[in-house]
C-alpha cells in the first residue's frame, strides 16, 4: 500500500469517537437548555449552553472532515481495486499463454518419450537380430571348417 492509506479501524474507531462526543455533547445541552430557555438572562448557564453548541457545531465539522476522508478512502480504494483487477486479468492472460505452452511441452515431452521407448525397443531389437546372425555364422563357419577338416 502507499503512504497515504488510512487504515479502515482508524476509520471505524473515528466515527465511534465521533459518535461518542455527540451523544455527550447532546447530554450536555439537553441539560442546559430547559434552564436557559426558562431563564434567559442567566448568564452562567447561558455561557455553558452557547459553549456546548459551539461544541456540536465543531463536532459538526469534524463530522464533515471525517465523511470526506472515508470518501477519498472508498475512491481510493475503488481505483486501487481497479488497478488490482486489470493485472488480474492481465496475469490470467499470461497464465494462459504460459499454460497452453506448459501443455505443449508436456506433449513433446511424452511424444519424445515415446520416441526414446521405440529406439531403445528398435536398438534392442537389431543388437538380438545381429547377436543372432553372428551366432548363426559362427555356427555355420565352425560346422564347414570341421567338415573340412575331417
Do not use: C, W
Not at 26 to 38: D, G, M, Q, R, V
Amino acid at each position: 500500500m502507499d503512504e497515504t492509506y488510512t487504515s479502515p479501524v482508524f476509520l471505524f474507531d473515528k466515527t465511534k469517537e465521533l459518535n461518542d462526543s455527540f451523544y455527550l455533547i447532546l447530554a450536555e445541552i439537553i441539560k442546559t437548555y430547559p434552564t436557559t430557555k426558562s431563564s434567559p438572562n442567566d448568564i452562567s448557564n447561558n455561557a455553558v449552553h452557547l459553549t456546548n453548541m459551539n461544541m456540536m457545531k465543531q463536532l459538526q465539522s469534524d463530522y464533515f472532515l471525517h465523511k470526506n476522508t472515508i470518501v477519498k478512502e472508498g475512491e481510493r480504494m475503488a481505483t486501487a481495486t481497479i488497478r488490482i483487477d486489470a493485472s488480474m486479468n492481465s496475469l490470467e492472460t499470461e497464465n494462459s499463454i504460459n499454460q497452453s505452452k506448459l501443455n505443449s511441452l508436456i506433449a513433446s515431452d511424452n511424444s519424445a518419450a515415446g520416441i526414446l521407448d521405440d529406439t531403445k525397443l528398435s536398438r534392442n531389437q537389431l543388437m538380438i537380430g545381429n547377436v543372432l546372425l553372428f551366432l548363426i555364422m559362427a555356427g555355420g563357419g565352425y560346422f564347414y571348417y570341421k567338415k573340412s577338416v575331417v
